[in-house]
């Protein structure tokens, strides 16, 4: 039997509770009894919380006994997870002996009573549950780092879920205040995660800069139970009813099949649409909803139920993917996209957590996008490959907000608060002149000159910096960096209560008596007030779905590297299965020719029912990349043609969508940008959108610039978006100036909140780095890139015009997308295209027919309309004063409209023409020769449905370069496109008729 590292009294209690222990308890139990900084990995379910806990309460019950105790902070990111590990400890250490009965545990967040809060500062908790903003408000009060002042060890729990952004920098500097809180300078750090890879890095972020960190992660016990749904219903590229109906009926055979069932849904507003329609198959009080934008009071309910086995389902965003205890689950459902294999290991791992048993995830594919990137997910678990972390940057508004509390509770001394900041991990590369930079921008009130003292810090000089008097209460008030959405608070008037938030958006689009469903219940609008709704209960009707905005997560890299792989076999000539993916690949590669992948990017370009165009940059590589690359290519677009254009990006696809008045040669589109010239295109295109504003806004909320609660209370939306308008009118003028006024690009100023938020848009919100690296890989060859010409969107481009509203780059709202022209009925707008021969009548021509096609197609050369049996008809129009016959400079015999003569007499002023017509009687040239060019040329592509430059030459007596000129003016023009053909470049009508026929390659591999 192994030996417990405990004393006596654990031990006994140990193995009377738990019996034996699992691997990740022995082996992390002796790194953590060491004092050493450690970091515990294992999957869900392995017993982490007692590997790290256990040793550190086994210390407390051995030392000696006093009126203020060492503490032990445990960390979550989630209220509710402190709470209920808060809960699972209390009854699990309730056995323990009477050393352990004085053992106080107690929560600290922002739901603890006022009460509980001084309790906890005079009699100091044993153990202290709590989370990252809580912690910075305890670090900013008295009685707060008094508490904190015996704290011998903090524990980060789903550390994974905090490192990664601005949250898990702002407890790091957090971390490292907390340390030297300490008398003796120490603090023993220890961190949980079920997913985290690789552990070395999270463990650089847990110990921070300098310091060595030991890593437990045993190897991977059972895998996952992945089981990829598909019903009798065909995926398409959206999801229609049929899909859904045969969606709920799976998932209500898997409930009905026993046990308890979590269903993960990518959005909010699916998360109530799914739990309204399995409510209707299984009964209301079996299924509820449960997503961030409930109230805390339903969904701790929720959760309770859940764990007491009450609800036969439970649907959710990602509110529980986390580690709170919601009892035996035998099964997880994820609808739609996974998203990351860590986050589909995170959330499988909810289930099954029996010995021997693997955790079991069905996943239901709503789109044939969602259907490959489920099978990519079957790849990389197969494989045992998982997202990296990384290190989360140095954010300039999170160090503002971190110096403004330090200096508010007397840390005065510039270098040592320097030093401070530079042993957490995230800043461990952070120069003087860049921290400077944040203390003078703090000591200038944001704006260099015009407010210099008024700020919240005084520089004093000599290194000693003082902060302003209101400074502390403000950090308080507007603790942390999680963002403003201004969603409205919903208020249930008949309980008080608030019941959950609505987007702004939606809010205002709602009305006083209007039925709407939230959290599976619903609800009638009484009221919609500013920043409020108030409700109702209501009996259950037909209920409007709330939505979000901002909502849509894209694909991890590594997920996006299995579809490239899986499409790189299909290319290489893999055989296809009679699935469905194999056969949505297969026709895809049929349709195109060649796929995308990791080694190619496919340019596909088509027409609409209308004659707009349209082109698709198949590109696998995420949506972060492919937001980027979008955006920058439709800022080129824009400058190019003058025309602000429509745009969207999915995982898979950037989408342009031009006017019909827009041509170009379809090599040159990736030849707008390049890997020297795409940031600045790029910066310039994000200055653009509300997104910078927005962006902007957010870091100014961390700085204390502009303040998200004052004393009275929430700062209204309205307020905070004038304060931002007004700071970025300060500190960026040129990003509010009048457009008719700048002269060139926007100049960037070097301002720490601008500079911090723009990359937060390049680098969080989109990757340009990334973006940057496939360009520099295209301009050495080790890309090819290939282009398409279809006539029709090929299977991979009709995912994309069906993009949801979070894919669009453009302000356009959903109803007003060009790509709404393909949801008509499949059938020609205009006359198909056709040849010369089936153009022109057969048998004998009357005069009537023969006078309105040459007015269309401004000749027809004589043999031609004598071969079609035209003579007669031309003779008649001759001596009615309609038609002439023309010779050009090289004898070459033309029918001509009279109506026509203009254009020709500007090109050849010494044309003869039968019956002869003297000058005086002819009518005036036209001023610009190559207008005159062009219509000819027109004519000559209506009338044949294509012309090369050589073959208009010889048949019109122009010279070729004449005829080149016209044609490729006409291409500019948008009225003409050009294909590659073995005898040249071939000018074709751009119409959707004028494209029939298989698709055709127009460019070659490069």
């Not at 600290?108 to 009573?113: C, K, N, P």
């Not at 001394?413 to 800043?427: H, K, T």
């Not at 100023?749 to 360009?775: K, N, S, T, W």
């Not at 291409?971 to 959707?992: F, H, K, L, S, T």
Request: aromatic letters at 6%.
């Amino acid at each position: 039997m192994h030996v417990l590292p405990f004393s006596a009294p654990v031990r006994a209690w140990f193995r009377n509770r738990f019996g034996v222990p699992t691997e990740i308890q022995r082996a992390a139990w002796p790194v953590v009894a060491s004092g050493a900084h450690c970091l515990i990995s294992a999957g869900t379910g392995q017993g982490k919380s007692m590997a790290a806990l256990l040793p550190l309460l086994d210390g407390l019950l051995s030392g000696p006994a006093g009126p203020n105790p060492e503490t032990i902070l445990y960390i979550s990111p989630l209220r509710a997870l402190s709470n209920n590990m808060a809960d699972g400890l209390t009854a699990d250490l309730a056995s323990l002996p009477d050393a352990a009965a004085g053992l106080r545990i107690a929560v600290r967040t922002g739901d603890t009573s006022r009460s509980e809060r001084q309790r906890q500062i005079k009699t100091r908790p044993n153990l202290l549950l709590t989370t990252p903003e809580s912690l910075y408000i305890l670090l900013g009060s008295s009685g707060g780092r008094k508490m904190l002042g015996g704290v011998k060890a903090v524990v980060v729990d789903e550390i994974h879920a905090l490192m990664n952004g601005k949250r898990g920098a702002h407890l790091a500097l957090s971390l490292a205040r907390l340390q030297r809180l300490q008398a003796d300078g120490k603090l023993q750090r220890v961190g949980m995660s079920a997913t985290v890879r690789p552990a070395q890095s999270a463990a650089r972020y847990l110990a921070g800069a300098r310091r060595r960190c030991a890593v437990v992660a045993p190897a991977a016990a059972n895998g996952l139970d992945l089981h990829i749904e598909l019903g009798p219903e065909p995926l398409g590229h959206f999801a229609r009813r049929a899909n859904w109906d045969c969606i709920f009926e799976r998932i209500v055979e898997l409930m009905r099949s026993g046990g308890t069932t979590l269903v993960f849904c990518p959005t909010r507003a699916l998360v109530e649409r799914v739990a309204s329609a399995l409510a209707e198959h299984v009964g209301q009080d079996r299924v509820a909803a449960h997503h961030g934008s409930l109230g805390h009071q339903r969904r701790a309910m929720i959760e309770q139920q859940l764990r007491a086995g009450k609800l036969a389902a439970v649907v959710s965003s990602a509110t529980l993917e986390l580690g709170i205890d919601i009892g035996k689950l035998e099964r997880v459902c994820q609808i739609g996209q996974a998203g990351s294999v860590g986050g589909a290991r995170q959330r499988a791992g909810r289930s099954r957590h029996r010995p021997g048993q693997r955790p079991r995830l069905h996943l239901f594919p709503l789109t044939l996008s969602d259907l490959m990137d489920a099978h990519a997910l079957a790849d990389a678990l197969q494989a045992q490959k998982s997202e990296a972390g990384f290190m989360p940057s140095g954010s300039l508004d999170t160090l503002a907000q971190h110096i403004v509390a330090m200096a508010a509770v007397g840390e005065t001394d510039e270098e040592a608060i320097f030093q401070l900041v530079r042993g957490a991990s995230p800043w461990a590369r952070l120069s003087r002149k860049c921290f400077d930079g944040v203390l003078d921008m703090l000591h200038h009130g944001y704006v260099e000159g015009r407010e210099t003292g008024s700020g919240p810090l005084l520089r004093l000089g000599g290194g000693r910096i003082r902060a302003d008097e209101n400074a502390g209460r403000h950090c308080l008030l507007n603790a942390g960096t999680i963002p403003e959405w201004f969603d409205y608070d919903v208020r249930d008037l008949d309980r008080g209560l608030s019941i959950g938030r609505l987007d702004e958006e939606f809010a205002f689009e709602s009305s006083p008596g209007d039925v709407i469903q939230l959290g599976g219940e619903t609800y009638r609008i009484e009221r919609v007030a500013s920043g409020r709704v108030d409700v109702r209960s209501c009996d259950r009707s037909e209920a409007a779905l709330p939505f979000w905005l901002g909502e849509g997560p894209g694909r991890s890299p590594m997920l996006s590297s299995f579809v490239r792989q899986r499409m790189a076999r299909v290319e290489r000539g893999c055989k296809p299965g009679r699935g469905q993916l194999d056969a949505f690949l297969a026709t895809a590669r049929e349709q195109l020719g060649v796929l995308p992948g990791s080694r190619r990017i496919v340019l596909e370009r088509f027409f609409d029912p209308g004659g707009d165009e349209h082109l698709v940059v198949h590109a696998l590589f995420g949506q972060r990349i492919n937001r980027a690359w979008g955006l920058a290519l439709r800022k080129r677009f824009c400058r190019q043609f003058n025309f602000e254009l429509q745009a969207a990006a999915t995982d898979n696809a950037i989408l342009i969508s031009l006017g019909a008045t827009h041509s170009f040669p379809l090599a040159e589109v990736l030849g707008y940008l390049s890997a020297a010239t795409v940031r600045d295109v790029l910066v310039q295109a994000v200055l653009d959108t509300p997104l910078f504003a927005t962006r902007l806004r957010w870091c100014a909320n961390n700085a204390l610039a502009i303040r998200r609660r004052d004393e009275a209370g929430p700062v209204p939306a309205q307020i905070q978006r004038n304060q931002a308008e007004n700071l970025i009118a300060r500190i960026f003028p040129d990003q509010l100036a009048c457009l008719e006024n700048l002269a060139g690009p926007r100049r960037v100023p070097d301002h720490p909140l601008v500079r911090q938020a723009l990359a937060d848009c390049l680098d969080e919100h989109m990757d340009l780095v990334g973006l940057e690296r496939i360009y520099r890989a295209i301009e050495c060859g080790s890309i090819e890139v290939s282009a398409i010409q279809t006539r029709t969107p090929s299977v991979l481009a009709e995912s994309v015009l069906h993009v949801p509203r979070y894919g669009y780059l453009d302000p356009a709202a959903a109803e007003e997308r060009r790509t709404r022209a393909f949801e008509r009925a499949s059938k020609p707008s205009i006359t198909p295209a056709k040849t010369a021969a089936s153009r022109l009548c057969r048998g004998s021509p009357d005069p009537a027919w023969l006078e309105q096609r040459l007015l269309q197609w401004l000749y027809l050369p004589r043999a031609q309309g004598e071969r079609i049996g035209a003579a007669a008809a031309f003779v008649k129009l001759v001596r009615q004063g309609i038609a002439t016959a023309l010779w050009t400079r090289r004898q070459t015999c033309l029918w001509v409209h009279s109506g026509n003569l203009a254009e020709w007499l500007t090109l050849c002023p010494d044309a003869r023409l039968h019956p002869f017509v003297p000058r005086g009687l002819r009518p005036p040239v036209l001023d610009c020769r190559d207008e005159a060019a062009r219509r000819i040329a027109l004519g000559a592509v209506k009338r044949t449905g294509q012309a090369d430059a050589a073959g208009l030459a010889a048949e019109t007596g122009l010279s070729v370069e004449e005829t080149s000129l016209a044609l490729a003016g006409l291409q500019a023009e948008g009225i003409v496109r050009v294909g590659a053909e073995p005898a040249g470049q071939v000018y074709r009508e751009r119409q959707p008729a004028a494209a029939a026929g298989s698709a055709e390659t127009v460019i070659g591999c490069r």
